[in-house]
T-cell receptor, first 114, second 114 residues
Framework: AQKITQTQPGMFVQEKEAVTLDCTYDTSDQSYGLFWYKQPSSGEMIFLIYQGSYDEQNATEGRYSLNFQKARKSANLVISASQLGDSAMYFCAMRANTGNQFYFGTGTSLTVIP | DAGVIQSPRHEVTEMGQEVTLRCKPISGHDYLFWYRQTMMRGLELLIYFNNNVPIDDSGMPEDRFSAKMPNASFSTLKIQPSEPRDSAVYFC????????????FGSGTRLTVV
């Protein structure tokens, strides 16, 4: 069965500091994609970053990077130089080739403190 | 492309009334998903379509909920009769096939049943 686990319901970080949001996954598929989405208080779901299971390099998108450890089945999101606008809910998600369905974690609420 | 378009953005209705939520996916995407988000339950997958065919509707709460996708550019989610516990944000998302492809979410419909 496919499963995504986010164990941090809430996180706080000082402005300009880096923060890591944890995500572990479980799948028997060899080919899968890992995604992070941001949901600010306005409610929309914003795609942040993608990592393919066969990618050897960690994905990066601006201040976002994905720390992919395949053997540990973890896909942590690292946000560098946090900004007040980073305060939001963050969801980790996985999509396997089998079934093409997405699986979402329960989310982590990040608050950036000035 | 304009992205995934949902309407209405907000809907307030009285208990017992019929509610219809609408979604226009991104052109070329062959998967369409309906989600419901509440504080208590988080993101719940209600139903998803592939090439306009419903694939999995096991998340639909009960017979009061129904969804259709008459063509590749339009889908509806209907609740009849509506109840206060249906109050939530309903998201539509679309995607191309394959683990490499993430969701593109619509802006959501905030439904309030009074």
């Amino acid at each position: 069965a496919q499963k995504i686990t986010q164990t941090q319901p809430g996180m706080f970080v000082q402005e300009k500091e880096a923060v890591t949001l944890d995500c572990t996954y479980d799948t028997s598929d060899q080919s899968y994609g890992l995604f992070w989405y941001k949901q600010p208080s306005s409610g929309e779901m914003i795609f942040l970053i993608y990592q393919g299971s066969y990618d050897e390099q960690n994905a990066t998108e601006g201040r976002y990077s994905l720390n992919f450890q395949k053997a540990r089945k973890s896909a942590n999101l690292v946000i560098s130089a946090s900004q007040l606008g980073d305060s939001a809910m963050y969801f980790c998600a996985m999509r396997a080739n089998t079934g093409n369905q997405f699986y979402f974690g329960t989310g982590t609420s990040l608050t950036v403190i000035p | 492309d304009a992205g995934v378009i949902q309407s209405p953005r907000h809907e307030v209705t009285e208990m017992g009334q019929e509610v219809t939520l609408r979604c226009k996916p991104i052109s070329g995407h062959d998967y369409l998903f309906w989600y419901r988000q509440t504080m208590m339950r988080g993101l719940e997958l209600l139903i998803y379509f592939n090439n306009n065919v419903p694939i999995d509707d096991s998340g639909m709460p009960e017979d009061r909920f129904s969804a259709k996708m008459p063509n590749a550019s339009f889908s509806t989610l209907k609740i009849q009769p509506s109840e206060p516990r249906d109050s939530a944000v309903y998201f539509c998302a679309s995607s191309a096939t394959g683990a490499d492809y993430g969701y593109t979410f619509g802006s959501g419909t905030r439904l309030t049943v009074v």
